[in-house]
């Protein structure tokens, strides 16, 4: 089982609940630098302002399909193995993903 809250300069023995499609979402994670990439030279072409604004719905549409990915994983993965592991794990891990919901979501 891994850590209810990661510390990222630590070795985690057990991988990450997205171990399995990483992959994928660095490549998303990859196309979304180059989206970036093109707003900044829309801006520094004096683009009309509506297209840049398009181009950054894009990316920020991007960005939430990787978290969503993201949080897929973790659902179907930590989640998962916290709540065989036992009840206190499994509250811990609901709570988690209430509260990245809730960021997500900003409510």
Known sequence: MTPVSGNPGAHNPVPPGYADHKSD??????????????????VD????????LTQISAVTRALQEVALGLLDDHVRHCVSDAVRSGPAEGDARFDEVAVALRRALRL
């Open 45 to 52: 072409d004096d683009r009309y302002c509506i297209d840049v």
């Open 25 to 42: 979402h660095l490549d998303r994670l990859h196309k979304v630098e180059g989206q970036v990439r093109g707003v900044t030279r829309m």
